[in-house]
């Protein structure tokens, strides 16, 4: 259940629980879309304070994550704690640039289940490619 102001505003970050005690993942809202298909809406987020295991650099786990495309579920499922506000990060903008082709072409979507969730099939997609 979201703690705290429910209505989502791009520059909010919001603290989620994440795969164990010791991960934090702090999530920032960088850009919000209106599904085409009028279902809710879409909100590009960066996800820091998390540890990825990384098979390329086994000693230098991922710690931060540009762009993740998440609905309103998500932070719902994640207990969210809102935090405050920030200047979005750019950061996201290359990541969301290809997901929006992607996206238009119907070959992408959004995650729905809680950033645990999302932060373990990304570890998992990771180690499967290598």
Known sequence: MVA???????GQT???????AAEAPLVLINRIDAHPLGTGDIYHVSISGVRIANPAAPDTPIEALP???????TFERS?????GTQVPDPGYLT???QWKREFDAGNAGSFG??????????????????
Not at 67 to 73: C, D, E
């Open 67 to 73: 762009h993740i495309p998440v609905i309103r579920q």
């Open 14 to 20: 919001w603290r989620c629980a994440g795969r164990t």
């Open 79 to 83: 207990d969210a704690v809102y935090v």
């Open 4 to 10: 705290a102001r429910p209505e989502f505003a791009v």
């Open 95 to 97: 990541g969301y640039a």
């Open 113 to 130: 289940v809680s950033i645990a969730e999302v932060l373990e099939f990304i570890e998992r997609s990771i180690a499967a490619r290598r």
